[in-house]
């Protein structure tokens, strides 16, 4: 495809419950960020993959929260136990580059997936 | 660490008023400096960028100076539209962290 995409679009859970959320990167694109954005707020940096260098989960807000990457390129962001205060649009990102250089690179986002926990 | 300030929004222009949206930063070293911008029920989108100071990024009308000196990147636009109403983030990369940081955001609103 021609740009990022994120699956599903929508999802509404109930609290308590996991949830599973997918994302597609550009072809090629090494670097692999998820953000939260909740209502009002900017973006908070939750997770960062980098080729098959381990991952930088410092954003995270607990560990409820996880993701993988299969080989270098899908991701998966799963929230165990969902509350009500995961309620947000939790965004991908992916960009090109080396470690060095991808911090100039431009990311390219996907339109995210909302979700809503019950 | 590395942070982004945004003006508050929301700012709300009528049709072909002159826009600017403030950022400023800080950083350690020479980061570069990015507006993404958010429409409505979409992702954010690229609209313009500057690596190295004094660098003016342009794109759709809108445009935005690399200031070293003062540390910052105000988003201007000379006539906005009414299509142009979305969110504004102001973000940052490099600056000694490779965790791209971005401002809060500034919503606008243009009435025709």
């Known amino acids: 495809g021609a740009g990022v995409s994120q699956s599903p679009s929508n999802k509404v859970t109930e609290k308590g419950k996991d949830v599973e959320l997918r994302c597609d990167p550009i072809?090629?694109?090494?670097?692999l960020y998820w953000y939260r954005q909740s209502l009002g707020q900017g973006l908070e940096f939750l997770i960062y993959?980098?080729?098959?260098?381990?991952?930088?989960k410092s954003g995270l807000p607990s560990d409820r929260f996880s993701a993988e990457r299969t080989g270098g390129s899908v991701s998966t962001l799963t929230i165990q136990r969902t509350q009500q205060e995961d309620s947000a649009v939790y965004l991908c990102?992916?960009?090109?580059?080396?470690?060095?250089?991808?911090?100039?690179?431009?990311?390219?986002f996907g339109p995210g997936t909302r979700l809503t926990v019950l | 660490g590395n942070s982004v300030t945004q003006m508050e929004g929301p700012v709300t222009l009528s049709e072909e008023a002159f826009l600017t949206i403030n950022c400023t930063y800080t950083?350690?070293?020479?980061?570069?400096l990015f507006w993404y911008v958010q429409y409505p029920g979409e992702g954010l989108q690229l609209l313009l960028k500057?690596?190295?100071?004094?660098d003016k990024g342009s794109n759709k009308g809108f445009e935005a100076t690399y200031r070293k000196e003062t540390t910052s990147f105000h988003l201007e636009k000379g006539s906005v539209q009414v299509s142009d109403s979305a969110v504004y983030f102001c973000?940052?990369?490099?600056?000694?962290?490779?965790?791209?940081?971005f401002g809060r955001g500034t919503s606008l609103i243009v009435h025709p």
């Open positions: 993959f980098q080729g098959n260098s381990a991952p930088d």
């Open positions: 990102a992916s960009s090109l580059g080396s470690p060095v250089e991808h911090v100039y690179n431009e990311q390219f």
């Open positions: 072809s090629g694109h090494t670097a």
């Open positions: 500057a690596t190295k100071a004094d």
């Open positions: 973000a940052l990369r490099g600056g000694g962290s490779y965790i791209p940081t």
């Open positions: 950083a350690t070293g020479y980061p570069s």
